[in-house]
Structure formats: structure tokens, C-alpha cells
């Protein structure tokens, strides 16, 4: 007679009835499936930029270029790098109607020069004419006509710092030489009815030039 087996023995024949497939029971460690990794994956690290020195250097130039040939059509068709001019003309008809003080104008001035403002308004004490020129050289020089009396004028154009340097005969009349804001300098005519003053960052020459001009 064989021994009595345990009643908790697991049976060596594990086909289930009825002919299904049989169960495979675990038999790893903590019940888990046999032959699972618990390890979770590696991170996936990012593609690395594939796009060389040279590679950006050409989408550069891509994107350079469209605007280089709007820079060209702005400066050769439009005239973006010219000032543009005026005419002086309404508002020195407009100063003589208003017959303040006498008005002159430059006569003679070379091609080069170029009128970029002018304007007549009444101001307190008075009235001026000013006149905005662009020099042969590119600097800006304005002529100023005004009946503001020059004791006021001066202190407002040519700031308080502004001193006298000395006579200077120009056409006939005897203009003075004054320092002005920054690195500018003037000319200026004192004369009974009004006060001219040529100012600007201009060359000396030039400034010359307009004062003695004016007719």
C-alpha cells in the first residue's frame, strides 16, 4: 500500500479537463510572470541638430538677401539717402506780405546746396523767417530773419554761452562771429528793423557762403 500524499501536493498532470491548454502556474519570485523585467526603459535621449556651420550659413545669406535688394530699390529708385527739398517760396512771400522786416534771400548758391525747411510764424515780441539748408558738405545750416529784439534772440538761438569772435566783412556789411549750442557756430547781422543770423555745424566757409548770398 503506498503512503497517503499530502492534500495541499500539487498534481504532477496539469491538463486541465475537457482537453483546454495547459495553465502555467508562476513560479517566480513575489508571484510575478516568469521572465518579466521589472527594469523600466532607458530615457530616449534627443536627436542631436544634424545642421552644420555651413548649413546655417547659407539659410543666413537666404534671409540676407531680400533685404539687401529692398535697401537697393529704397536707395536707387526712392532716393531713401536724399533729403528731400522745399520751396522757400510761400514763406518768404509770406514774410514780405506781413512786411515785419525786410527779407533777403541767397542768391548764387551753388547746385549742391539744398533747401529742406522754411516757415514764417509770428512769436512773442515778434516775428521770424527760417530757413533750413542742407550744405554742399551734408551739414545742416539755417538762416534766420527775425524782428525779435536781439537781446532777446540771441540768448535763445545761440544759448547764454553763445560770445562774440570778432567782426567779419561779407558783401558789403559787417557781420559777428559768435560760438553757439554744441559744436555749432554763427554769423550774425544786427541791423535796425531785424537781426540775421546764419547758424549751423558747417564749415566756416560755408557758412560764409550763405551769409554773403543773401540779397
Known amino acids: 500500500m503506498e503512503p497517503a500524499q499530502p ?9 486541465p479537463p475537457d482537453g483546454q491548454p495547459p495553465v502555467v502556474v508562476p513560479t517566480g519570485p513575489d508571484d510575478g510572470l516568469a521572465g518579466s523585467d ?4 532607458p530615457p530616449v535621449r534627443p536627436a542631436k541638430s544634424e545642421r552644420s556651420p555651413k548649413d546655417m550659413a547659407i539659410s543666413m545669406l537666404v534671409l540676407l538677401v531680400p533685404i539687401a535688394l529692398l535697401l ?4 536707387g529708385f526712392l532716393g531713401g539717402d536724399q533729403a528731400t527739398t522745399v520751396d522757400p517760396a510761400p514763406a518768404i ?4 506780405a506781413a ?7 541767397p542768391q548764387g548758391l551753388g547746385s549742391g546746396w539744398s533747401t529742406v525747411s522754411a516757415r514764417y510764424q509770428t512769436v512773442e515780441g515778434g516775428a521770424n523767417l527760417r530757413i533750413g539748408y542742407l550744405t554742399p558738405e551734408g551739414r545742416g545750416v539755417q ?15 545761440l544759448t547764454d554761452q553763445g560770445q ?6 561779407l558783401a558789403g556789411r559787417t557781420w559777428q562771429l559768435y560760438t553757439a549750442r554744441g559744436n555749432q557756430q554763427a554769423l550774425v547781422l544786427l541791423e535796425p528793423t531785424r537781426t540775421v543770423i546764419v547758424i549751423g555745424d558747417a564749415r566756416d566757409n560755408e557758412l560764409r557762403e550763405l551769409a554773403g548770398a543773401l540779397r
Open 143 to 157: 538762416l534766420l530773419q527775425s524782428s525779435v529784439p536781439a537781446e532777446r534772440l540771441l540768448p535763445a538761438e
Open 7 to 15: 492534500a495541499d501536493r500539487v498534481p504532477a498532470d496539469r491538463t
Open 38 to 41: 521589472p527594469t523600466p526603459p
Open 164 to 169: 562774440p569772435q570778432g567782426p567779419s566783412e
Open 99 to 105: 512786411n515785419t522786416f525786410p527779407v533777403s534771400q
Open 93 to 96: 512771400e509770406q514774410a514780405r
Open 72 to 75: 537697393a530699390f529704397y536707395r
